[in-house]
């Protein structure tokens, strides 16, 4: 004990002489720069812009810097960050560590103040944007395996595959909460619940930073959360539209995930692309400043999303000049702009204001002072380009496994009539579908390419659903046709009919039809949404697969939960694979015929109805009856599946729930204990859900929360004691007054279908 206090006190001395070495060092390199240096520090321009080809936005193959252009914005301009890739294309690691060395050259020779430039990226469910990495389950997926470790593995893999294409900051994770099934990037998120998103957010954090949020270690990434805040809760449901939340509910739901990352240690943030009640969030100093700062204590750069300090003018119409905007968004405490074209004018702009005292040079002195922190914290001075020969793990089987089990734990079966599933033996099996053979949809957008159209490009070495259930059942006794398909038309995929009269005639041949329907790939604009029914193709073929008599197993590959109401009760089964990433087809063949037991629940509500959109946290009057019941307006019940629902292939039994009393104050912790049993034959894992309910309050409560969660693996015919220690301060809510109270009263506590009242003191 005595020998573990004084390791731990080591460490604690060392990082504090760290960190204080690193403001030292900061302060000092702050002090012997021009204000002009200054300014470029603050500026993030787009690879494109210095790259070779024709002009700003789009770029020629192969990858190279164009040594001009890179002059004038890196050493001109002294332009201190770059991001992303050129024309949305996936690059080879040895691309990536010459383009950067190249960038790191000019910028640390070239330059008087020798400062490295800092690289980003999106590698948001593996590493985007390199040839080979490897591709997890995106973030909603994985928050559907209920087991943050997932969220862990795809970080440490992520921060070592990015590092491996010589890139140490990653825009990423998503601490959105993913609110409405109809926002284009709802599969970003880890879904509509806030202690989800924390716990896997928080689990991210880790993996992206190390442990000890050491960056300058070669294997970890400086993480950048996003998008702050309240991006996806817009009215209209489509990207970059405004949105009114109550100061309150964005405390309780929408910033209370990026309080636990900030406090995990994150390093760096990314602003809200829309705006709220009015105010674009670029422009608010409430959020950045009062909130951010003030408030939450975060230390870290804050980095703006693309080109959103010039949309204060151009589109959001509270500057009346590119220059007041720039004003504006760094009076309010943007730190670093995403310009990412038009950098000279930025760059001229702040330099004006700053001598013109309208922003003051102390301002300008703070966010550059946190952006070297940052680039010595990175180890950016010592090693500016990390080499893609020291990563032999790049795209291994090792990281294949880890990207192959988050998969497999996640996928959720939503309806197994008669027990349908798994399918064993070799019968004939005709997959059809969309989705059914290509690697493009199980990936979705952010997958070698921005939309990730280019993922079959890729990714052809992995195994589509069609390819992998053959693997499995053999290649004879399986059979692919398409019914209807995604045709490319520009920068979208329309919906186009192949011939559905020929799968039905197939569908008749065989014994069982795996039914692969979903979404193609889109995000952010080009995901906005009209309808959230499945496309009308797709129900027509779901329909004539049913006319065949043989039992459909519905596959949905989607990022988001599209209307199925129209054929659910046709189908003998459903599966959701989300976006499973290049290990989903493999995930989903293996649990179809048994070799793996589903464990997947749903991390949103899977709604009936497209007027019926709601998390499961609504408030009670939602739910309205007459006096007798007659009428039920909306609510759970409308719900096609209810959030944290998912079967397994083993029958669970809850039961003796337990309390260690009924009456407690305010700092006390309830012992929550339950018995689940596997009645069934078949080993299985369940994720034991705690609700609570808040029975009345200052204001209205919601009908539940979840406040803690379990996975664990329960052999056949077992029972095992599942316990949960729940701090009352974890009952609390934002009141009227935006302060978390605990207001003494009645509490329900809920786990599965059992529950007791308590009261608080
Ligand atoms: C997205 C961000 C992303 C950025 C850089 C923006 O359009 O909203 O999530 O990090 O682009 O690619």
Known sequence: MRFLFLILFIVSCNMKNDFSEIDERANKILSSLSLEDKIGQMTQINLTVIAKGPNKWSSSFPMEIDPKKARKALVDFKVGSVLNTINNTAQKPETWFNTISDIQELAMNDTESKIPVIYGIDAIHGTTYTDGATMFPQQITTAASWNPENAYN????????????????????????????????????????????????????????????????????????????????????????????????????????FKKAIEAGAKSIMINSGLINGVPAHASYDLMINTLRNELGFEGVILTDWEDIRKLHDRDKVAESQKEAVKMAINAGIDMSMVPYEYEQFVNDLLNLVREGEVSESRIDDAVLRILKLKLELGLFENPVTNYKDFDDFGSKKHHQLAYKAASESITLLKNDDKILPITGKPKLLVVGPN????????????????????????????????????????????????????????????VEDDIDLALNEAKKSDYIILCLGESTYTEKPGDLNDLNLHKLQLK???????????????????????????????????????????????????????????????????????????????????????????????????????????????????????????????????????????????????????????????TPDVKRLREFSKININARESVLVEFYLPVSELAFANAQNVFVVEPGKFKISISNLSKEISVL
């Open 436 to 495: 059914g053979n290509n690697m493009r949809t199980l990936n979705g957008a952010w997958s070698y390419s921005w939309q990730g159209d280019l993922t079959d490009r890729f990714a052809g070495e992995y195994n589509t659903i069609y390819e992998a259930i053959s693997n499995v059942y053999g290649k004879s006794n399986v059979k692919y046709v398409s019914g209807v398909s995604y045709k490319e038309n520009g920068a979208y995929y329309e919906m």
């Open 154 to 257: 795809m970080a440490l893999v992520s921060a070592y595959e990015t590092r491996a294409s010589g890139i140490p900051w990653n825009f990423s994770p998503v601490l959105d909460l993913g609110i409405d099934p109809r926002f284009s990037r709802q599969f970003e998120t880890f879904g509509e619940d806030p202690l989800l998103v924390e716990r896997f957010g928080v689990e991210m954090i880790k993996g992206y930073q190390g442990l000890n949020n050491d960056v300058s270690n070669k294997y970890s990434v400086a993480a950048c959360m996003k998008h702050f805040v309240g991006y996806h809760a817009t009215i209209s449901g489509k990207d970059r539209t405004p949105a009114y939340i109550p100061d309150n509910v964005l405390k309780e739901f929408h910033i209370e995930p």
């Open 541 to 699: 073929l779901a329909k004539k697969m049913a006319q065949s008599g043989k039992p459909v197993i519905l596959i949905l590959n989607l990022g988001r939960p599209r209307l199925i109401s129209d054929i659910e009760s046709l189908m003998s089964s459903v599966v959701n694979v989300y976006l499973p990433g290049n290990f989903g087809g493999d995930a989903l063949a293996d649990i179809l015929s048994g070799k793996v037991n589903p464990s997947g629940k749903l991390p949103y509500t899977y709604p009936l109805y497209p007027n019926s959109l709601l998390p499961y946290y609504y408030k009670p009057s939602e739910v309205q009856n007459n006096a007798q019941g007659a009428y039920n307006y909306i609510g759970e019940v409308n719900n096609l599946y209810n959030f944290g629902f998912g079967l397994s292939y083993s029958d669970f039994k809850y039961g003796d729930l337990r309390l260690d009393k009924d009456t407690y104050n305010i700092d006390d912790t309830i012992k929550v204990s339950i018995s689940v049993s596997n009645t069934s034959d078949i080993d299985g894992f369940e994720t034991v859900q705690l609700y609570s309910s808040d029975l009345y309050a200052s204001i």
